[in-house]
């Protein structure tokens, strides 16, 4: 789900949350965060959200590892992302207070992706029409009123990374996106040294030994491959309703239910978007509502019933409570084929 939880790994972020560290003041003239001159050309917006506004929880999910070349957050409380949008590639710079956020941008989508802030920070979210039903999701849900679910607008900037997930750990899919998007992205806009994920037409033309050097199968190759053929079409899906969406998406061989829910968790915000098809989600919502840690799918949907419409936040509540259950089978074997 968003914010992928593996329990095997210390690299992924339970509940999907980035740590931000409080707001500090920066001295005039000074890029945030940098100590360096700001770069020229920032275009810059603020923002005044309805209501509290976590940045951690809120843009957590969108960090793919704690080393994502398009994702940082800097001592002084700022998170920054690097996007391709459909205007060009972009650079934000997200930081604020209770009463107010500040943003600024970078680059030809530097217009695009302001405009799209108040979405990226849950604008459209309704935290009001959740209502817990348990103990723990009650506790977890008021430590958190700062919890918004994010809509970014892009799917393939979400697909992508979550094609890169299947079937293997997340420092595996970590790894080959950070070199991926090294590859051939380009440097993002802006004073920080963040990368713009490839294009649609750099995806489609990744040569197979390269997939292969960053430990991407064929079949997870293949998957991009096709997506990124028709990204134009799969971009369409984020102003779809949820159901219309899903099917677009898996209308590409290979994007399957755990793809696309992971994918519209974040490019549409969707809060009913449950993750199945998840080795660990079942166990850990099982253990944590009834103690059950050999759930299945069928039975976490059951248990999640009560939040129907709702059950995306759900489940990042329970995750972000941190009852899991205690770890008794072997880790999942780690393997690069790249070194094969």
Not at 12 to 26: F, N, Q
Not at 71 to 85: E, Q
């Amino acid at each position: 789900m968003a914010g992928r939880f593996d329990p095997l790994t210390r690299a992924a972020v339970r509940g999907g949350r980035a740590d931000v560290p409080p707001r500090r003041v920066t001295a005039p003239g000074r890029a945030p965060g940098t100590g360096a001159p700001a770069a020229a050309g920032a275009r810059e917006r603020r923002w005044a959200p309805t209501g509290p506004v976590d940045l951690g929880l809120t843009l957590g999910p969108l960090r793919r590892g704690p080393a994502d070349p398009t994702f940082r957050v800097t001592p002084d409380g700022s998170v920054w992302r690097a996007s391709l949008t459909p205007q060009g590639p972009a650079t934000l710079r997200v930081s604020g207070t209770a009463a107010e956020v500040h943003a600024e941008a970078w680059g030809p989508g530097a217009e695009w992706i302001l405009d799209q802030l108040p979405a990226l920070l849950g604008s459209g979210d309704d935290p009001a029409a959740f209502v817990p039903r348990h103990r723990l999701v009650h506790a977890s849900h008021r430590r958190r009123p700062g919890l918004r679910l994010t809509r970014t607008g892009l799917v393939l900037e979400s697909l992508i990374p979550t094609v890169l997930e299947q079937k293997v750990t997340a420092d595996e899919a970590y790894r080959a996106w950070r070199r991926l998007v090294r590859q051939y992205g380009e440097p993002a806009p802006g004073p920080q040294d963040l990368f713009v994920m490839p294009s649609a037409r750099a995806w489609a033309m990744i040569p197979s030994w390269d997939w292969h050097k960053a430990g991407v199968d064929a079949k997870r190759s293949a998957t991009i491959v096709r997506a990124a053929r028709v990204a134009h079409r799969l971009e369409e899906a984020a102003a779809m309703a949820p159901e219309q969406a899903a099917a677009r998406l898996e209308a590409v061989p290979g994007i399957g239910p755990w793809t696309s829910a992971e994918t519209l968790q974040r490019s549409n915000g969707d809060p009913d978007a449950v993750t199945t098809g998840d080795l660990h989600l079942p166990g850990i919502i099982g253990y944590a509502l009834a103690g059950n840690r050999d759930a299945d799918d069928a039975a976490m949907l059951e248990l999640l019933a009560p939040y129907a419409g709702q059950r995306h936040r759900a489940a990042r509540l329970i995750l972000l409570a941190g009852r899991v259950p205690p770890r008794r089978t072997p880790k999942m074997p780690k393997t690069d084929i790249g070194k094969l």
